[in-house]
Each structure stands twice: as C-alpha cells, then as structure tokens.
C-alpha cells in the first residue's frame, strides 16, 4: 500500500468513526436528562439535582455518570465534574449556572460517551443578617444588685435568632443563651459591672461577635431604683447619696439589702 493510498484510508476511517460517534451520541441524548433546583434560602443551600429516567438507566452506566455545575458569573460558585451518588449537588448560593452531565450510555451494544447540558437557576431572597449593641442604651449596674441592661438590635438574616454569651465577669451568674423570635432590639438584663461578649447567629448559623462594657454606677452619686417584689420598678423620687454614703436598709419586699456602696 503506498503513502497516499493508506492517508486515504486513515481519513474515511475516522470520518465514519466519528459519524457514528455523532449519530450515537444523538441517541443518547435522547435519553432525556433533566435537572431541577431547591431554592436557597440561607446564604448557600440551594440545590441542583440531575436526574436519569429509570427506564432507561440500565442503558446507563450510573456508577461513572458525572455532574459539574458553574456559575455564568465569572469567579462564581462551581462544583467540577465529578461523581454524586445520588445526583444532588448542595450548599449552592443563589444564582444561573451551566449544569452539566456526562457518561458512558449504550446504543445497539455499544457504549459511548455522551453528555447533557442545560441552564438552571437557584432562587432565594437571603440577605446577611446585622446585629450591634444600642450603645446609648446600655444601662450601668449598681455594686450591690446586677441591674445593668445590654440592648442588641437585630436585622435582616433568618429568624430566630441565638444570642450566646461566650464571655462575661465572674460576678454575672445568669443565662448565657437567649433564643429571638423575630428581628428587632433584645434586651439582657440582670447584668453585673464587667465586660461581656456575645455572639449572635440566625437559623442559617451565620455569626456576629459582639463587645460591649457594662459600668458600675459611681459611688460618689448614685440613683437609686427601688426594685419592688417581684421586681416591678416604682417610681419614686430620684435619691442622691452623697460621700460618704449613708447605711440605707430596705426591709419589706426587696431583692436585695442595700447598705451603702
């Protein structure tokens, strides 16, 4: 056979291997193919299931399909091709991806590569949640009794809320944990002198670390709040306790003995 016979040969082999590779892969396409979305409503738990007709999965070599996932904004969410056992890729942000699906199927006895590829767009409304201490409402606390108030506002994010007291002064002996219903201000109260922090998270546990200082009111002036069993303020004149303090005793109905600061 000489040189320009067998160059020849070679190129009407591979152009009727290469037909048929189209045909069949024409075929597989058929198949059918589909892929569907889970909406996210945290910030990235969305998700994209693909999906293979049973009745034809014996024509597939399920154990080797592969899926992958791309954002169409540059620098997006991806997930490179790979194996899922059960179709699903998850913790996806919102946003319109090119999902894609490949793998060997069978036409007339024979296995081919074939893929699938479509658009898909995972919905959601999620915005980060904000959270800050309502600095110009922290109330200080008297010496004697845990009296001071930490406000914290929260906003946006997924409802309820938990808001953790990870540090405080030894003196504080109440709740550390407060669960929030619905956003807005917060208060914790009960608080003695001291620094304290918090952490702050939403349903889809995204985080805000917080600090704030709770003062000791001063003992050279103080207001005194009556706190009247079982603890209901009373307004009462306001009373100014001048150096030194005198020993001031309440007997009835109190929750705790005030003897000076």
Sequence with gaps: MNKKKCIWTISIFLIILLGGSRNIFADCANFAFSVT????????????????????????????VEYSLESTIPGGFSF??????????????????????????????????????????VTGN?????AYVVTNSVRKSLNCIPTGLVPINIQRGKAPYTITMTDKPDEYTGPTSFTVNTAGTYNIDNLAPGNYTFSVTDQCTYDIPLTVTVSAVANSRLQLIILIYPRHPLSLPTVILEEPAPNVQYQKHMNCIITGI
């Design 80 to 121: 490179p091709f790979g194996h899922i056992p059960d179709g699903i890729i998850r913790n996806i942000p919102p946003g319109t991806y090119s999902a894609k699906m490949r793998g060997f199927c069978r036409v007339s006895g024979i296995w081919e590569v074939s893929s699938y590829e479509n658009t898909i767009t």
């Design 37 to 64: 979305s889970v909406p996210s409503d945290c910030q990235a738990n969305g998700q994209v299931e693909f999906t293979v007709p049973a009745s034809v999965q014996d024509e597939i070599r399920m154990n080797d």
């Design 126 to 130: 999620y915005e980060l949640p904000n």
